[in-house]
């Protein structure tokens, strides 16, 4: 199968401070009927908790970005979050994280369908 052909992968994630999980399963839930409304596939779901949901490092985040370093091979990945504010609720810590997914291949999207391909980035992998 081609790049042309082949869906594009949807890697969701989101973040979670509190101890309350019912709005991360409705961001969640959103961001799975989003991917099959475009047609994509779903490669599974990352969330922070916690502490290390506030902080820059986000493991999950980080685990993500790996899953999709290796995967985005011949096809179009995005880091799915329900709204930009699921990075941060700061310009710079988010453009950060995006960068973050942009170094490994792959576009940032929103469930309002806002995305940093659509804003016409190019995305160029890092050496493997």
Do not use: K
């Not at 790049?3 to 309350?20: E, K, M, Q």
């Not at 990352?46 to 986000?58: H, I, K, P, S, T």
């Not at 699921?86 to 310009?91: N, Q, S, Y």
């Amino acid at each position: 199968m081609t790049g042309d052909t082949t869906p594009p992968l949807a890697f969701i994630y989101d973040r979670n401070a509190t101890r309350s999980h019912a709005m991360l399963e409705m961001r969640v839930g959103g961001c799975r009927t989003y991917a099959e409304q475009q047609g994509w596939e779903v490669a599974g779901v990352w969330a922070d908790f916690g502490d290390e949901a506030l902080g820059g490092e986000r493991p999950e985040l980080g685990a993500l970005i790996g899953v999709l370093r290796r995967m985005v091979v011949g096809r179009r990945a995005f880091c799915l979050v329900h709204h930009w504010n699921r990075f941060a609720h700061d310009v710079e810590g988010r453009l950060a994280l995006q960068r973050r997914v942009a170094r490994a291949g792959g576009y940032s999207a929103t469930t309002f369908g806002e995305s940093d391909e659509r804003a016409g980035y190019v995305r160029v992998p890092a050496a493997r």
